[in-house]
Structures are given as C-alpha cells and as structure tokens.
C-alpha cells in the first residue's frame, strides 16, 4: 500500500515536462550509440549503456524521494565523503589512458569524480546559501575557493584536466548569484585565462611555426613568446599601465580604491606564474588538442583529425540526413570516438540538420525545465543547487557540440545523457534526481533545528 502511494505521489508531483526531455534525449543518445558501435562491436556498447541507465534510473527515484534539504545540514559529511571518494581512487583506482581515475570492478569500472561534481554543488550553494549575508567580503570569497581546491587538486592528481573544467563556471555562476563583487570574479577570470592560456597560446605558436617557417611575422612572434624575458617584459607592461591608469583616475577625483589594481596585478603575476605548473601538468598531446580547433591543419593526421572528420560528418548530413546507419564517416570508422566525445556528429551526419535542431530543442528544455525549478523552489538552497546543475549541463552541451563544429577546443568532455559512459550517466541521471526532489517541494518546508529554537 506504502508503494502504491508513493508511486502515487511521485507521479502526481514529479516535472514531466523535465521527465519528457530526458525520454526524448536518452532515446536520441542510445539510437545513436547502437549505430556508432554495432557494426564493430554488436550490443556491447548498449548494453553497457543500459545498464549504467537502469542504474541511475534507480537512484534518480530514491534521490527525488529523499528530501534535498537534508544536504544543506549535512554539508561537511557531504564535502568530506566527495573528498574521501577523490582519495580513494588515487589509492585503489587503476589507470586509462594515463589517468588514475577509475574503479575497477571487473565486469564495469565507475570514474568517481563524475559524482564528486554533484556533491560538489551541493556542497558549495550549502555554504554560499548559509554565509551569504557576508557575500561582499573578500574573505567569502576565499572559503569558497578552498573547497574548490580541494577537489581541484585531488583531480589534477589524476592528472584529469577535462574533469575540472566543468567546477569553474558552476563556481563563478553561483558566487555572481549570490551577491560576490563582480570585480573579485574579473580577477578570477583573468587569473584563470592566464594561467592556462599561456601554455596553450606557446603551443599553438609552436605549430604554426613549424607549419609556416617561411612566414616572418609567425617566426618573430615565436622567438619572442619563447624568449626568457619577453612574459617579464610583458607582465611590467601591464603593471605599470594599471597603476598609472589608477593614479590619472585619481587626479581626476575619481575614487577608486587601491585594493583593486593591487589585486588586479597580483591576479596577473599569479596567472602568469601558475602557467608553468600548468603546462607541466599537460602532456604535450592534452596541449595540441585543446589549441587545433584554430586551425587543424597544422596537424592535419594528429591532434587536428578528428575535428576534421568530425566537420566532414556534420557537414555532410545537410538537412535531412544521410539515414539512420547510412553515415559513412559514422559506419565507415573515419570518426573517432563516435560513441563518447563525437556523438553529436553522429546525430548530425545520419540525422542532419532536422535531427540536431531536435536534439538541442529538448536539451534546451532541459535546462529550462531546471532554471525554472530554480525560479519556483521553495528555498534559495534550492535554487542554488538547481542553477548549479543547470550550468553544468549548458557547459557540457556548450562545449562539446562546439567542439564537433570546430569552434571549441577537443577537450575530451562528453555530451551528458547522449554519449556513451556509464560513470556520466549515473552522475546525469543523480542530477535530475536531485532537480526533481527540489521540484517535488517547492509548496513544502523542511523545519530545521534552527527553526524550531
């Protein structure tokens, strides 16, 4: 009787228009899956799927049942498990492709940071949401980013770099939310592009010298990002430009306090200074992959082939498709990881345009369908932990289908509940749990200890 009610309950409350996207998608995602792999490996690559679905199919349900509020009192268990989990595989995991971030069960393995991603939001709307009186202190700032880091650096341990793309706009949307001083989030983004775009912008220079030597604009702007003092020469540049950019602001009674160029040039040192570790964190192939995009015929049979071959498929579809397992880059193999990375090329050779628009439409209802239960939750826990999901699926789709259009780097990031990965799967289908539960309680108050003092 208790499950019939239940059952009951769930479906007289539950999204469905959120519930009608994930059909739509999941149906999309395994249509696609079974004509990338069948004619290599029959319904292995399916049937994995499958199961991973009816796996997190069941935690989807017991997470929507289970009150979400809870997380917010158990915010520290919840960090120190997420961390705990991180740790265990640097221990116990084994190693695929040169990273340690998988278990190995025998007949599956499961890659942890995949669910570490979702404690980790709700996790960090627990502490925005408890501490947001004081979200215009610096300090506020500062707690926020150490729980950052320590998933962060457990990660790039790994090294898994793809992994902890994702934290920083979950990061930065929430803390703009929340009321963080926009100046304070500039400097982040500043520190964040310096410190990655460094390396990448030297390797990019790199393969295009070796492609253009007989260019001599490309050959004197790599002599000088190669040389020793040219980043000091460069940095001192800019510093002095602040400053004397603050001093005429303040002839001209302009008031703008000295915190902000001091934290603007310590954020430039700092992101300069952080690139070193960065590009030793990178292998040199991570490196090309994230900088082809710009041009991928300066390693046209490397780094710059699949998305070469990836524009070819999409291309090709036009508008109605070359047909369900009729795609030849698809059937032929000359796409790579057409099941994981390059699913979307799959959907846009065989279903060309039509399908794609199909595609994006009910994958932009379901991040709608999270915004608004954002708008409509009961509490601002919950609208946190709904804006933060809702981000992480936008920056999935956003990256990954620019990436098989060439427009973004190859980061290895896949597209959420389309492309092949149980680990992915599990943690997606966690999230709509989660939303559901926010949903399902947005007429309900949960009574903390501190209300009822």
Sequence with gaps: MQEKNFIYRLALNIDWFLMLSLAVILTIGFLSIYSATYSQSGLKYVTVQGLALGIGFVLMLVLASFNYQHYEQMDRIVYVLSLLLLISVLILGMTVRGTKGWFNFGFASFQPVEIAKIMYILVLSAFLNKNAKDAKKFKFLVYAFLLLIGHLFLIMLQPDFSSTLSYFPVTLILLYII???????????????????????????????????????????????????????????????????????????????????????????????????????????????????????????????????????????????????????????????????????????????????????????????????????????????????????SFYAFINIGMVMGMMPVTGMPLLLLSYGGSSMVSSMCAIGILSSVYMRRHTYYKTSVDMM
């Design 179 to 393: 009321g963080v001083e926009p100046f304070y989030l500039l400097c982040i983004l500043i520190f964040g592009a310096l410190s990655v775009g460094i390396p990448l912008i030297s390797t990019f220079l790199k393969l295009q010298y070796n492609l253009e030597r007989g260019s001599n604009i490309i050959v004197y702007i790599y002599s000088f990002i190669t040389s020793g003092y040219a980043w000091l020469y460069c940095i001192a540049a800019v510093i002095i430009f602040i400053l004397a950019l603050w001093w005429i602001l303040l002839k001209l009674r302009m008031r703008v306090p000295i915190i902000y160029p001091i934290l603007l040039c310590a954020c430039i040192i700092l992101g300069c200074a952080a690139s070193v570790p960065v590009e030793k964190s990178l292998k040199e192939y991570q490196r090309k992959r994230l900088v082809v995009f710009l041009n991928p015929k300066i390693d046209p049979r490397g780094s710059g082939y699949n998305i070469i071959q990836s524009k070819i498929a999409i291309g090709s579809g036009k508008i109605i498709g070359k047909g369900y397992q009729k795609g030849t880059q698809t059937q032929l193999g000359f796409l790579p990881e057409q099941h994981t990375d390059f699913i979307f090329s799959v959907i846009g050779e065989e279903g060309g345009w039509l399908v794609s628009q199909l595609t994006l439409l009910f994958y932009f209802l379901l991040i709608w369908r999270a915004m608004v239960i954002a708008k409509d939750s009961r509490d601002s826990y919950g609208s946190l932990v709904s804006i933060g999901i809702a981000t992480m699926f």
